[in-house]
């Protein structure tokens, strides 16, 4: 089969390789229809590995070069042992996380934390390929009235779904997210499930401004333009947001975070960060405040699903390119380029 690999930083290539086939038990191969480019993958293909290991991984013995790609749609081609409602030839999304299954953070339920875990395409060959093995505990059926397209954003949204329950937010909330890229989309649409009431999002393009107004935010702010700390406060009565979410993983962004949110609230860190963070102690302890960090999702896909399903999630506007996966070195660098042009780009291996 063909795979995108990825061989270096700037360097993928649309290689010949093994189709996978005779999944162990705890594995299953999907045939791909869709696969979203991740902030995740951009990083890696910017200026990798980061979150690929050179040396053999420790659950999947895996190693690159090793297709990217873990938001993913497609078919069941083989299951490594049987599963009560899958069958082969079902469409099927996938919780691509690799987990351990026996130690203290796996048997909690806790999966996501699993020392030893890792995702499909970074910790194996990931689903930028005509096929994809993936854990068979994260193989999610989808039913008919939702689309191969909307499946492969599960993903990316269930991302959304569990930083939201990690903030706590109930029906009549206020909500800041700072940051209205592809993370942020998927905190607001799952913010607004939650049941907020005003929903506020803070991000510099006038162009996602644009699309935050038209899937229905409260306000949108420019923070070069406006102070959104002052804005949100003059708009909650003067008390502030219930909760800030960050998607930017921007430092300085997440200290005002924490002098933004009301007292009691609940700043939860979404977005991919490194660096120290400096804010005054008191700021938390005189007020009240908690910081929590959120990291993907537990169990999540499958609501996402059923969101969908429902008609309770509409994540179209989230889906803005659509390109053959033959050409997906070339989809990479334009990305690269110009990140502000797209929030998520899907790749397929079929033929378009
Ligand atoms: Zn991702
Ligand atoms: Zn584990």
Known sequence: MKALRWHGAHDLRWDEVPTPSAP????????????GVCGTDLHEFLEG???IRTGPHPLTGARPP???GHELSGT???LGAPVAGIAVGDRVT???CWRCGVCYWCTRGEYHLCPKGGSVGLASPGAFAEYVTVPLAGLTPVPDNVSDEMAAVAEPLAVGLH???RAGIRPGDNVLVVGGGPIGVAVILAARIAGAAGLYVSEPLAGRRDMLRALGVTEAFDPHEVDVRREVFLRTGRIGPDAVIDATGVPALAAQAVSTVRRGGRVVLAGVGHGA???DMGQLVFYERAVLGTLGYTFDIPRVIDLMSAGRLDASALVTGRFPLAGGAGVFADLAADRARHLKVLLT????
Request: net charge negative; hydrophobic share 55%.
């Open 94 to 96: 996938a919780d691509p």
């Open 24 to 35: 162990r038990p705890h594995e299953a191969v999907v045939e791909v229809t869709w696969c």
């Open 76 to 78: 069941v081609a083989a």
């Open 277 to 279: 963070v400096a804010f």
């Open 349 to 352: 291996p079929k033929d378009m």
């Open 49 to 51: 590995p980061h979150m």
């Open 66 to 68: 090793l297709a990217l």
């Open 163 to 165: 930083a939201v329950s």
